[in-house]
Nanobody
Framework: QVQLAESGGGSVQSGGSLRVSCAAS????????MGWFRQVPGKEREGVAA???????SYADSVKGRFTISQDNAKTTLYLQMNSLKTEDTAMYYC????????????????????WGKGTLVTISS
C-alpha cells in the first residue's frame, strides 16, 4: 500500500531555512499529484505547494518566493525547501499524494488528496 513518510522537521529561528522530505513507497505508477500541506491547532489544513505528473508546480501565495518544492529523479522523494522562515510558518507539515492526474493539483485542495503522511513538526521562533 502507498506510504508517505515525512522527515526533516525541527526548530529554527525566524529568517532561517529548513528542508523537509517525504519518502514515498508502496506503488509502481506515477502519482498524478504530490504536495505539501500544513496545519496548526484550531485551523484547517492548508495547501502549501504541489507538483503534478507533468511537472507543473503551484504554491500558496503565503510561501511564494520563499519555499521550493522538488522531487528526486525517481519521483520517490518529495522535498520542500523553506527559506526566510517566519513564525507564522510554524505548523505540522504533511506530505500528500493524489493518484489521478486531472489538472486539479494546483488547487492545493486537501480533499482532493488520496494519501497522507503522518506529518513532521516545523517550529519557527522569533
Amino acid at each position: 500500500q502507498v506510504q508517505l513518510a515525512e522527515s526533516g522537521g525541527g526548530s529554527v529561528q525566524s529568517g532561517g531555512s529548513l528542508r523537509v522530505s517525504c519518502a514515498a513507497s508502496g506503488y509502481t505508477y506515477r502519482m498524478g499529484c504530490m504536495g505539501w500541506f500544513r496545519q496548526v491547532p484550531g485551523k484547517e489544513r492548508e495547501g502549501v505547494a504541489a507538483v503534478d505528473a507533468a511537472g507543473e508546480i503551484s504554491y500558496a501565495d503565503s510561501v511564494k518566493g520563499r519555499f521550493t518544492i522538488s522531487q528526486d529523479n525517481a519521483k520517490t522523494t518529495l522535498y520542500l525547501q523553506m527559506n526566510s522562515l517566519k513564525t507564522e510558518d510554524t505548523a505540522m507539515y504533511y506530505c500528500a499524494a493524489r493518484t489521478t492526474y486531472d489538472g486539479t493539483c494546483g488547487q492545493l485542495r486537501r480533499d482532493y488528496m488520496d494519501y497522507w503522511g503522518k506529518g513532521t513538526l516545523v517550529t519557527i521562533s522569533s
